[in-house]
């Protein structure tokens, strides 16, 4: 190849991302809420070479988003579980909250996934926004943006101990001697933090990535600090293609400063596409999606992706003007918010929500493949990206065009891949396999378990 190869990933959500994509495809409307629609996409994904599907997650949603959108917030873990079972090379990326879960239990799930794909899990780390989580796990409140964003290197820190403590050659094997694994290879965490203690050996070997790919969506200062720590892939929304240049920039300079090597941290903006045999065609079927938008829908969407409650504020009046001025902004997405109110004060929230971008703030490209495959080589010639996260405005139409239609473009380009040339993610990706910790602490044999209360099988 030419250039370093691109990469990219799907990203799966139901009938299509935007917002109207289910009030124009022609499949069943209850059609999202069974497996083979994301076997069919993670089947087309595969099909195409792409490095992976990614399935977010909402831990808990507001009631206006069952009017205006298809909700199929399944467990990302137990879909991607069952996908890893009918797909073969595929990476498979699922959100897992660092406010919302614990440390062992998440580096569990993840590295079972890792183990039943064979090396192909990745876990998108996110410290959830949306304070209605707070009540559907018993908490009084919501943490604040800096306290979530604190705890979440903790939490990862511990993750990471998790599945460093076996180490890679730990199981034997031995029949003869009756010896499955040697227990002078296992290690303890003992991670003990400001607001985590974990203790206690996964219970079962090191996963065939050692950990599974870290993936990092933050776009605040504090998001792209913990990318910059611990991401190995990262999902961002900039605005354009000097922000995108920027945002890359920035985030290489400070993984360089953590220790890191950049090209290793590689970008992969959001983009939402809509294809069309000619630009006519293509700039028709947007237009159709943004004819059947709901103004309802757009003000509540602006105020809960900002980690607002929609039902607390009147579409009508402006933004409550101590919501932007004289603190800071919760989140990059609430900012957004904020800095619209800012730029046209006693604006109505319903007007102001129209000039606002749906979800993750991605670019909406709209054109022929020809113009996409441009597109893409455009920005990654000006050192923007690495690849992107392929948002479908609608599902599976746009990912077969891509699969179809784009990548045949960029193979012939030289800039994609022809095979998958590995097994795993990592192999995809281009990523090193990380050796195991230095700060696990070893398990003496002779210590007895059950006098530490713990159980033996």
Same mark, same amino acid.
């Given at each position: 190849?030419?250039?370093?190869?691109?990469?990219?990933?799907?990203?799966?959500?139901?009938?299509?991302?935007?917002? =109207?994509?289910?009030?124009?495809?022609?499949?069943?409307v209850?059609?999202?809420?069974?497996?083979?629609?994301?076997?069919?996409?993670?089947?087309?994904?595969?099909?195409?070479?792409?490095? =992976?599907?990614?399935?977010?997650?909402? @831990?808990?949603?507001?009631?206006?988003?069952?009017?205006?959108?298809?909700?199929?917030?399944?467990?990302?873990?137990?879909?991607?579980?069952?996908?890893?079972?009918?797909?073969?090379?595929?990476?498979?990326?699922?959100?897992?909250?660092?406010?919302?879960s614990?440390?062992?239990?998440?580096?569990?799930?993840?590295?079972?996934?890792?183990?039943?794909?064979?090396?192909?899990?990745?876990?998108?780390?996110?410290?959830?926004?949306?304070?209605?989580?707070?009540?559907?796990?018993?908490?009084?409140?919501?943490?604040?943006?800096?306290?979530?964003?604190?705890?979440?290197?903790?939490?990862?820190?511990?993750?990471?101990?998790?599945?460093?403590?076996?180490?890679?050659?730990?199981v034997?094997?031995?029949?003869?001697?009756?010896?499955?694994?040697?227990?002078?290879?296992?290690?303890?965490?003992r991670?003990?933090?400001?607001?985590?203690?974990v203790?206690?050996?996964?219970?079962f070997?090191?996963?065939?990535?050692?950990?599974?790919?870290?993936?990092?969506?933050?776009?605040?200062?504090?998001?792209?600090g913990?990318?910059?720590r611990?991401?190995?892939l990262?999902? =961002?929304?900039?605005?354009?293609?000097?922000?995108?240049?920027?945002?890359?920039? *920035?985030?290489?300079?400070?993984?360089?400063?953590?220790?890191? *090597?950049?090209?290793?941290?590689?970008?992969?903006?959001?983009? @939402?596409?809509?294809?069309?045999?000619?630009?006519?065609?293509?700039?028709?079927?947007?237009?159709?999606?943004?004819?059947?938008?709901?103004?309802?829908?757009?003000?509540?969407?602006?105020?809960?992706?900002?980690?607002?409650?929609?039902?607390?504020?009147?579409?009508?009046?402006?933004?409550?003007?101590?919501?932007?001025?004289?603190?800071?902004?919760?989140?990059?997405?609430?900012?957004?918010?904020?800095?619209?109110?800012?730029?046209?004060?006693?604006?109505?929230?319903?007007?102001?929500?129209?000039?606002?971008?749906?979800?993750?703030?991605?670019?909406?490209?709209?054109?022929?493949?020809?113009?996409?495959? *441009?597109?893409?080589?455009?920005?990654?010639?000006?050192?923007?990206?690495?690849?992107?996260?392929? @948002?479908?405005?609608?599902?599976?139409?746009?990912?077969?065009?891509?699969?179809?239609?784009?990548?045949?473009?960029?193979?012939?380009?030289?800039?994609?891949r022809?095979?998958?040339?590995?097994?795993?993610?990592?192999?995809?990706?281009?990523?090193?396999?990380?050796?195991?910790?230095?700060h696990?602490?070893?398990?003496?044999?002779? @210590?007895?378990?059950?006098?530490?209360?713990?159980?033996?099988?």
């Amino acid at each position: 190849m030419s250039k370093r190869p691109l990469h990219f990933t799907a990203f799966i959500w139901p009938n299509g991302y935007h917002e =109207s994509a289910w009030r124009v495809v022609e499949d069943d409307v209850r059609g999202v809420l069974g497996l083979r629609y994301y076997t069919d996409i993670a089947r087309t994904a595969e099909r195409g070479l792409l490095d =992976s599907i990614f399935l977010a997650d909402n @831990m808990a949603i507001a009631e206006y988003r069952a009017t205006h959108l298809p909700q199929t917030q399944f467990d990302p873990i137990s879909v991607l579980s069952a996908l890893a079972a009918v797909t073969d090379r595929i990476g498979l990326i699922g959100t897992g909250s660092t406010t919302y879960s614990k440390p062992w239990e998440l580096a569990r799930r993840f590295a079972t996934l890792d183990h039943l794909s064979g090396g192909r899990a990745g876990w998108n780390i996110v410290t959830t926004v949306t304070p209605l989580a707070a009540a559907a796990f018993g908490e009084l409140a919501h943490p604040e943006h800096a306290d979530r964003y604190a705890r979440a290197h903790e939490f990862v820190d511990a993750v990471t101990r998790v599945w460093d403590s076996w180490d890679d050659d730990a199981v034997i094997g031995d029949r003869e001697n009756g010896v499955w694994a040697d227990r002078g290879r296992l290690r303890d965490p003992r991670f003990h933090g400001q607001h985590y203690d974990v203790d206690g050996i996964q219970p079962f070997p090191r996963s065939p990535q050692g950990h599974p790919v870290l993936v990092q969506a933050g776009q605040s200062a504090a998001g792209v600090g913990l990318a910059a720590r611990y991401a190995e892939l990262v999902f =961002s929304g900039p605005p354009s293609l000097d922000a995108a240049v920027a945002f890359r920039s *920035d985030l290489h300079a400070q993984a360089a400063a953590a220790g890191r *090597d950049p090209e290793h941290v590689l970008v992969l903006p959001a983009l @939402m596409i809509t294809l069309g045999g000619t630009e006519a065609e293509a700039r028709g079927r947007a237009d159709r999606l943004e004819e059947l938008a709901s103004p309802e829908f757009r003000w509540q969407n602006a105020l809960y992706t900002a980690g607002l409650d929609p039902d607390a504020y009147d579409p009508d009046a402006p933004l409550p003007a101590q919501l932007w001025t004289g603190q800071a902004a919760p989140s990059s997405r609430a900012e957004r918010l904020y800095a619209a109110a800012r730029a046209r004060p006693g604006v109505p929230l319903r007007e102001l929500a129209q000039d606002l971008t749906s979800g993750a703030g991605q670019t909406h490209f709209v054109g022929t493949p020809e113009q996409l495959a *441009d597109h893409i080589t455009a920005w990654q010639d000006a050192g923007a990206v690495d690849g992107f996260t392929i @948002m479908g405005s609608t599902l599976p139409y746009e990912l077969a065009a891509f699969v179809d239609e784009v990548v045949p473009i960029l193979q012939r380009r030289g800039r994609y891949r022809t095979e998958y040339t590995g097994r795993t993610l990592r192999e995809h990706l281009g990523l090193r396999r990380p050796g195991t910790s230095a700060h696990a602490i070893p398990v003496p044999a002779s @210590m007895d378990p059950r006098a530490l209360g713990r159980e033996q099988r």
